[in-house]
């Protein structure tokens, strides 16, 4: 989510008013460009300037996608400049509304954390494990649980807590060959200031292996997307162009279908699956880029791979108790989940 290019390498001043001008281009796309705008505004050193990002984006919080991960990316960056207690207060609002994002969660905990608030930074992972965890034997959580389960097993290890059920399933989760436990050694802060060279390499050994789930986790490529068309879209879509009529019947086909395409591209293993929204002067303005009519169904598939590759697919299945993708106000579980 956040660049972590190092400020002597990358202007990021200018790449943040890059990013402005861009997201005045793309309004459809604005929250996810001025958010990284904001994160570059910090890492330029000017948080006061990504606050005020973050306010713009919290003026207009009808429209955003995750107004919760706003506020507390906000609430962390307050904290970075002095503003404690007005993070603390947002912080403690987002714990009493309990957003069904895991992300919001993983910033204010590690925001928490890094103010040495370990008690309460293992409190709030806690309570978000619980809300998206709540069967500690379901053998496949959702990856957008898993910075949960480790972050929690970091502070509770900090902490020189006893493993429980969450951390031996953060445990089995973890893929790198230098285990959590290692990697969340308090003493392995001791041992980077030491003289023995044994400690040393040891060390290098396990921040390489850190470094390569990192690098890992950046290189997944964007999701296998699905095009999702919500219904007033796809009335107009068809309005404007009556022979997609045979690509979607209905609408309510239109749903079936995305799900069914979903469970079979999952059962044959494919990974990173996702669900892109279309509207449809995005998708003249795509055909038009294209050279194309909007009346051509091969440029649906691109359509939806450009989307995601702008980084507005959302994952596919949602999380534990989270909202249906389709758009109604049920519970996935209980509505195509089903």
Not at 4 to 13: F, L
Not at 246 to 258: F, G, K, N, Q, R
Not at 270 to 286: C, D, H, M, Q
Request: charged content about 25%; some cysteine; glycine content about 6%.
């Amino acid at each position: 989510m956040r660049p972590d290019t190092p400020a002597e390498n990358v202007d990021h001043t200018a790449e943040a008013a890059r990013l402005e001008r861009t997201a005045g281009l793309y309004p459809e796309d604005a929250e996810a460009l001025l958010l990284r705008a904001a994160a570059h505004l910090e890492l330029s050193g000017d948080r006061p300037a990504a606050t005020a990002l973050y306010d713009r984006l919290l003026s207009s919080a009808e429209g955003l996608e995750s107004p919760a991960l706003v506020r507390a990316l906000k609430a962390s960056n307050l904290w970075e400049y002095g503003h404690e207690a007005e993070a603390r207060a947002i912080i403690d609002g987002i714990r009493a509304t309990a957003p069904r994002d895991p992300a919001p969660w993983v910033i204010i905990a590690e925001s928490l954390e890094s103010h040495d608030e370990l008690e309460a930074a293992e409190e709030t992972f806690t309570e978000a494990a619980a809300l998206f965890l709540p069967q500690t034997e379901d053998p496949a959580p959702a990856p957008a649980t898993h910075p949960l389960l480790y972050g929690r097993h970091r502070v509770r290890r900090m902490r020189g807590l006893p493993h429980d059920a969450w951390d031996t399933l953060a445990d089995a989760l973890h893929t790198s060959p230098v285990s959590l436990d290692e990697l969340h050694d308090p003493k392995r802060v001791w041992s980077l200031g030491s003289d023995n060279p044994a400690e040393l390499v040891a060390e290098i050994s396990r921040l390489r292996a850190e470094l390569g789930a990192y690098r890992e986790a950046l290189s997944r490529p964007f999701p296998v997307a699905v095009l999702h068309w919500p219904a007033p879209e796809l009335a107009e879509l068809l309005s404007a162009y009556p022979t997609l009529s045979a690509e979607y019947p209905s609408h309510e086909a239109h749903l079936s279908t995305i799900e069914s395409s979903l469970r079979e591209l999952s059962s044959s293993g494919t990974p990173n699956l996702g669900i892109v929204t279309g509207t449809v002067p995005s998708y003249e303005a795509f055909a038009a880029s294209e050279g194309s009519s909007p009346e051509d169904t091969t440029l649906l598939p691109q359509y939806a791979t450009t989307l995601a590759a702008r980084g507005r697919a959302v994952a596919w299945p949602p999380v534990r108790g989270a909202e249906c993708w389709c758009g109604s106000t049920r519970v996935y579980d209980g509505c195509h989940g089903a």
